[in-house]
């Protein structure tokens, strides 16, 4: 007879395994090309200095994402609902709006960055976008969350291999040169500013949205196929794939910032202003096969992103004004439109520029967010048995007033 252990180890693997996916794919989408952009700016101007910062990350990563899912598992319910049902269309709104605003811009250079990795392997922008926005909206228009999971976790992994194929190429630079100091500290403009930019890809609004709402949908999703998880079993198996998610970003960071250490030329952010320079920024390490690893991850680390941000914005903004579920669909497709457009007619020579500074602008539009999340967190009638205990509650406005002052010192230096 099999014991009453393995019964129960098969169960655990088994419902790990079907809750596996919201967690992961809102880290996965922290990777997406803007921060991608970050990555190799930093490490190009500072090397790998900014790598202690980096694995720091995690912990504030880890604290905001996990509240979110743990909302998500108490409720049932997305962010925009729970905020909406407790606290007000006009509160949710406020919350919700900024976070929007923002991702309009996202999506252009999400788009933006599929074109060039697409133009860098022989396809033209002005065919692909159009083709990669129909497959978009045939993703997220599925009538199940878990139907446009799928594809995303598998080409999440392609992304993950491309970034270490970029590594192995690149290779680690000597101890001997100046720019392989993993903890660099200088008062100086662009160390902030590029600090700031770290930290506003860490944490994007979107990924706040999108984890609580899909963890909800998925829990939903397995009850009505008959498939129950207790809420602490739930909060356990989040927990986990939060951190892994977490540590797994914030390395997939750390090898981009250490490919892009040394490379001639690439501090200079016009160097990134065309394809044909940004597929062959490794070429003088890796050669020739170097603009393919490259155009292969940045449309993987876009195509996660756009999806995942289009669906955490859609979501985040119908939840928040009461739309139901059936109209989501009107949401997807027209909220990134314009943005297609404007990849197909703007001259993306400032994309870096405009890029570095939307990742600090991120961290000002956390903020509404991350205080309604702790208000959330620790009322006991919403949250119930998995409120917020009072170091918790302590933890987190420590992170979020890390998180904040990075921003901030950004803005004054």
Same mark, same amino acid.
């Given at each position: 007879?099999?014991? *009453? ?71 049932? *319910? ?306 119930? *048995? ?28």
């Amino acid at each position: 007879m099999v014991s *009453n252990i393995a019964v129960k180890k098969r169960f655990f693997m088994k419902d790990t395994i079907m809750m596996f996916g919201p967690a992961w794919l809102a880290m996965m989408a922290d990777m997406d090309v803007s921060s991608y952009i970050g990555a190799a700016q930093t490490g190009a101007t500072l090397g790998y200095g900014l790598i202690w910062v980096m694995l720091i990350l995690i912990i504030p990563l880890y604290t905001v994402q996990e509240l979110a899912g743990r909302i998500s598992i108490a409720t049932k *319910n997305g962010l925009g609902t729970v905020v909406r049902r407790n606290y007000g269309t006009k509160i949710a709104s406020v919350v919700a709006f900024p976070m929007a605003l923002t991702d309009i811009i996202t999506y252009g250079i999400e788009y933006l960055g599929i074109g060039v990795g697409l133009e860098i392997i022989g396809i033209s922008l002005f065919y692909s976008i159009p083709v990669v926005y129909v497959i978009h909206i045939a993703i997220i228009t599925r009538r199940k969350y878990s139907q446009a999971e799928k594809p995303l976790i598998l080409i999440s992994l392609i992304l993950v291999i491309s970034l270490l194929i970029s590594l192995f190429y690149r290779g680690i630079i000597p101890f001997s040169s100046p720019l392989e100091n993993p903890i660099l500290l200088v008062p100086t403009y662009s160390f902030f500013f590029l600090l700031a930019a770290n930290v506003g890809a860490v944490i994007m609004p979107f990924m706040i949205f999108f984890q609580a709402s899909a963890t909800g949908m998925k829990l939903r999703e397995l009850e009505n196929g008959g498939f129950t998880v207790g809420r602490r079993r739930s909060v356990r198996i989040m927990r986990k794939e939060t951190l892994i998610g977490a540590i797994s970003t914030e390395t997939l960071m750390i090898i981009a910032e250490m490919a892009f250490t040394g490379i001639p030329r690439a501090a200079n952010s016009s160097f990134f202003a065309s394809p044909v320079e940004l597929g062959q920024v490794l070429a003088p390490i890796a050669g020739t096969f170097s603009p393919y690893v490259f155009g292969i991850g940045i449309i993987a680390a876009g195509f996660v992103a756009l999806i995942t941000i289009s669906m955490g914005s859609a979501w985040g903004v119908a939840e928040a004004l009461g739309i139901s579920e059936k109209s989501y669909w009107i949401l997807y497709v027209l909220e990134s439109l314009p943005a297609v457009v404007a990849v197909l007619v703007i001259d993306p020579s400032n994309m870096i520029g405009i890029v570095l500074y939307l990742l600090i602008f991120f961290v000002f539009a956390l903020i509404a967010p991350m205080i309604m999340l702790w208000l959330i967190g620790r009322n006991r009638k919403i949250m119930g *048995n998995l409120v917020l205990s009072p170091a918790n509650q302590a933890v987190y406005l420590l992170m979020f007033i890390l998180i904040v002052s990075t921003a901030v010192s950004a803005v004054v230096m």
